[in-house]
């Protein structure tokens, strides 16, 4: 079977499940309810910043090792939607998390963020402390977020749809593990 080396499947997994406790955790942390919020927006910082480490990584991996083929029984507007989709992907890795780091470094409260409790994060330079320059930055993290979500659902659907419809190997070259026998429906 043709799959991507362990390297891109461990960062691939890694990463997104930070993504899907970032998404969590921004959606709890807006939430007056919440106790602790304080901590979860410091849990959120820390995941986004590791997110960006390793998303860089990863970039740097994957332009100096070549995927896994796909299928070539697989249309040219699968394919061309896959490679937008990854695409739009590693932007959103890359850039979601400057966004935040950018919109924290505009807040005119002095709140600092301190990765993992260890660590400070210095603001980002040539930011302004501006309520309104805030704003901007959390209305573009907010909509990233929703893009994000988005690109998620048409990514795992895609998955499945290849791995129970198409009945090809794109989702087993990311989950080595997965049974190499399909996996059989009762109809």
Same mark, same amino acid.
């Given at each position: 079977? $043709?799959?991507? *080396? *362990? !390297? /891109? @499947?461990?960062?691939?997994?890694? &990463?997104?499940?930070? @993504? &899907?406790g970032l998404i969590l955790f921004g959606l709890l942390m807006t939430q007056e309810w919440v106790p602790n919020r304080f901590a979860i927006y410091q849990w959120h910082k820390s995941i986004g910043i590791t997110v960006l480490i390793l998303s860089a990584l990863r970039l740097m991996w994957r332009l100096t090792h070549r995927p896994p083929a796909l299928p070539a029984s697989m249309p040219l507007w699968q394919r $061309?939607?896959?490679h937008a989709t990854h695409g739009l992907?590693? /932007?959103? +890795?890359? =850039?979601?998390?400057?966004? #935040?780091?950018?919109?924290?470094?505009?807040?005119?409260?002095? &709140?600092? *963020? =301190?990765?993992?409790g260890?660590?400070? %994060?210095?603001? +980002?330079?040539? !930011?302004?402390?501006?309520? /309104? !320059?805030e704003g901007r930055f959390r209305l573009l993290?907010? @909509? #990233?977020a929703k893009l994000f979500i988005a690109l998620i659902v048409l990514? !795992?659907?895609? /998955?499945l749809k290849h791995h129970f419809k198409d009945k090809d190997d794109? %989702?087993?070259?990311? &989950?080595?593990?997965? $049974?190499?026998?399909?996996?059989?429906t009762k109809v």
């Amino acid at each position: 079977m $043709n799959r991507y *080396t *362990t !390297v /891109a @499947i461990v960062l691939h997994w890694a &990463i997104a499940l930070m @993504i &899907i406790g970032l998404i969590l955790f921004g959606l709890l942390m807006t939430q007056e309810w919440v106790p602790n919020r304080f901590a979860i927006y410091q849990w959120h910082k820390s995941i986004g910043i590791t997110v960006l480490i390793l998303s860089a990584l990863r970039l740097m991996w994957r332009l100096t090792h070549r995927p896994p083929a796909l299928p070539a029984s697989m249309p040219l507007w699968q394919r $061309n939607a896959s490679h937008a989709t990854h695409g739009l992907f590693y /932007a959103l +890795m890359i =850039v979601m998390p400057l966004l #935040g780091w950018a919109m924290v470094s505009a807040s005119e409260l002095p &709140i600092p *963020t =301190v990765l993992y409790g260890l660590v400070g %994060l210095p603001d +980002m330079p040539g !930011v302004p402390e501006s309520e /309104a !320059v805030e704003g901007r930055f959390r209305l573009l993290h907010e @909509i #990233g977020a929703k893009l994000f979500i988005a690109l998620i659902v048409l990514h !795992v659907g895609a /998955a499945l749809k290849h791995h129970f419809k198409d009945k090809d190997d794109v %989702l087993r070259r990311m &989950i080595p593990w997965l $049974n190499k026998h399909r996996l059989k429906t009762k109809v």
